[in-house]
């Protein structure tokens, strides 16, 4: 029902931007889950009608000067609520000398100092939102209290890319670290992993199987997944043997040359049922350390999308308390009154920052379907604002037409239509 009502709010986009995105935005719909906010579709609906009629130009003028005009009154509220924070109780007074209540706007005038001074008082006694760490420090004293620390992540980010590289060059994680766990690699390929994680010198027709011949047609050709093994393979060159980087392929175990109908594919199962058991009979049973990244839908403590078990909770049944998971913070995960604790306490900006969220005010705000974060999350991994969380797609004509020849007959299998062309654009050209 959810797909459904927001392919209806992408129909009514014009023609020309339907054909050109509307099957792109599907994707990143599927692939998160429905973490990408119907405000962000109706908020394009808004602007694409802006852009290509004259009438909705003159409304959208409208609505600007009123925007403008409440620009105004928030930024002299932030003033007042700053000075306030800043014991100079006089602003208020001040603000009041400058703005009697004869004056046009008075009430509204009102409405923003008494908000102010609500916003101050609570900021002095609850200066943050959340309890910050520096994200890699925060995840690595993560291991001391659970055995495997979980990313929930968004597919495809640029930044989440970096991320990874950062954290397994991390003097410490390495310490605390044996395995890393990836939803980009298919149990059926594990020992070509291996080879390659050890150093072995490999053709590269040959490596991109790990992320090719996985269940999910064509969904890791963006080059972070690409980057991250050869970051890996990189750090493992310079440790000892017994203190080297393990990675496991998680997705399920597949043969492609065998699948030939949907039926086929869908026999391969639920993969979260693959996902737990690497973390349970890899990871757990020999008492080892692993990080998880998986897509976010199969990490929430509090099940998938539609309440069935993912990977954590069926890892949580078998060892309670061995997991904590993080999700990456973007436009879909927080519902507006939590993107406005994170602006108004305005978190630090030399991100990657990692916000716990048990007993904070951020834990308790809702997400989407109007669930406490700290019921899906032990914590927040916040990489920047959301303009700069771009996707990194494959470089234009990178991907050659004998593999996209298979690639089209697995979509078909998959989607029974060549979406597989359709969302890695310029990559077939």
Same mark, same amino acid.
């Given at each position: 029902?959810?797909?459904?009502v927001?392919?209806?709010l992408?129909?009514?986009?014009?023609?020309?931007f339907?054909?050109?995105?509307a099957?792109e935005?599907?994707? *990143?719909?599927?692939?998160t889950?429905?973490q990408?906010?119907?405000?962000?579709?109706?908020?394009s609906?808004?602007?694409?009608?802006?852009?290509?009629s004259?009438?909705?130009? *003159?409304?959208?003028?409208?609505?600007?000067?009123?925007l403008? #005009?409440?620009?105004?009154?928030? !930024?002299?509220?932030?003033?007042?609520?700053?000075?306030?924070?800043?014991?100079?109780?006089?602003?208020l007074?001040?603000?009041?000398?400058?703005?009697?209540?004869?004056?046009?706007?008075?009430?509204?005038?009102?409405?923003?100092?008494?908000?102010?001074e609500?916003?101050?008082?609570?900021s002095?006694a609850?200066?943050?939102?959340c309890?910050?760490?520096?994200?890699?420090?925060?995840?690595?004293?993560?291991?001391?209290?659970?055995?495997?620390?979980?990313?929930?992540?968004?597919?495809?980010?640029?930044?989440?890319?970096?991320?990874y590289?950062?954290?397994?060059?991390?003097?410490?994680?390495q310490?605390?670290v044996?395995?890393?766990?990836?939803?980009?690699?298919?149990?059926?390929?594990?020992?070509?992993?291996?080879?390659? *994680?050890?150093?072995?010198?490999?053709?590269?027709?040959?490596?991109r199987?790990?992320?090719?011949?996985?269940?999910?047609v064509?969904s890791?050709?963006?080059?972070?997944?690409a980057?991250?093994l050869?970051?890996?393979?990189?750090?493992?060159?310079?440790?000892?043997?017994?203190?080297?980087?393990?990675?496991?392929?998680?997705?399920?175990?597949?043969?492609?040359?065998?699948?030939?109908?949907?039926?086929?594919?869908?026999?391969?199962?639920?993969n979260?049922?693959?996902?737990?058991?690497v973390?349970?009979?890899?990871? #757990?049973?020999?008492?080892?350390?692993?990080?998880?990244v998986?897509?976010?839908?199969?990490?929430t403590?509090?099940?998938?999308?539609?309440?069935?078990?993912?990977?954590t909770?069926?890892?949580?049944?078998?060892?309670?308390?061995s997991?904590y998971?993080?999700?990456?913070?973007?436009?879909?995960?927080?519902?507006?009154?939590?993107?406005e604790?994170?602006?108004?306490?305005?978190?630090p900006?030399?991100?990657?920052?990692?916000c716990?969220l048990?007993?904070?005010? !951020?834990?308790?705000?809702?997400?989407?379907?109007?669930?406490?974060?700290?019921?899906?999350a032990?914590?927040?991994?916040?990489?920047?604002?959301?303009?700069?969380?771009?996707?990194?797609?494959?470089?234009?004509?990178? #991907?050659?037409?004998?593999?996209?020849k298979?690639?089209d007959?697995?979509?078909m299998?998959?989607?029974?239509?060549?979406?597989?062309?359709?969302l890695?654009?310029?990559?077939?050209?």
């Open positions: 029902m959810k797909r459904t927001y392919k209806c992408l129909w009514l986009h014009p023609a020309a339907r054909e050109r995105f099957d935005m599907l994707w *990143i719909f599927d692939e889950g429905g990408e906010t119907f405000s962000d579709v109706l908020l609906l808004l602007r694409q009608w802006t852009l290509h004259g009438v909705w130009r *003159i409304a959208f003028g409208a609505l600007a000067s009123c403008l #005009l409440g620009g105004w009154w928030h !930024l002299q509220g932030g003033a007042l609520a700053s000075a306030l924070r800043r014991g100079n109780p006089g602003a007074e001040e603000i009041r000398h400058r703005h009697p209540s004869g004056m046009p706007c008075a009430s509204a005038l009102g409405d923003v100092m008494q908000a102010t609500t916003e101050a008082s609570r002095q609850d200066p943050r939102p309890d910050v760490a520096d994200a890699i420090q925060g995840i690595v004293a993560a291991f001391g209290r659970h055995p495997v620390v979980m990313i929930g992540e968004v597919h495809w980010l640029e930044p989440a890319g970096e991320f590289g950062r954290l397994i060059r991390d003097r410490k994680f310490q605390t044996q395995d890393i766990v990836v939803e980009f690699a298919s149990r059926h390929n594990q020992l070509l992993l291996d080879r390659y *994680i050890a150093g072995e010198d490999l053709p590269i027709e040959e490596v199987h790990i992320w090719r011949d996985t269940t999910k064509a890791w050709e963006s080059p972070i997944y980057q991250w050869a970051a890996v393979r990189e750090v493992n060159k310079g440790l000892p043997p017994n203190r080297r980087l393990r990675v496991l392929a998680g997705d399920t175990a597949v043969a492609w040359q065998s699948i030939h109908t949907h039926a086929d594919w869908e026999a391969l199962g639920d979260n049922v693959s996902f737990a058991d973390m349970v009979n890899e990871v #757990l049973r020999r008492g080892r350390r692993a990080l998880v998986l897509g976010a839908n199969h990490v403590k509090s099940g998938d999308r539609n309440g069935d078990e993912d990977a909770t069926r890892v949580e049944s078998r060892y309670p308390g997991t998971v993080v999700l990456l913070d973007n436009r879909g995960l927080l519902q507006p009154p939590a993107q604790l994170v602006r108004l306490h305005r978190l900006q030399n991100a990657p920052i990692l716990e048990a007993g904070t005010p !951020l834990g308790d705000s809702p997400d989407n379907h109007g669930t406490p974060l700290s019921n899906k032990d914590a927040l991994l916040y990489l920047g604002p959301p303009e700069t969380l771009v996707r990194a797609f494959p470089p234009a004509g990178s #991907l050659e037409p004998t593999y996209m298979e690639v007959r697995r979509s299998i998959e989607w029974g239509e060549l979406r597989d062309r359709k890695l654009g310029a990559a077939v050209e």
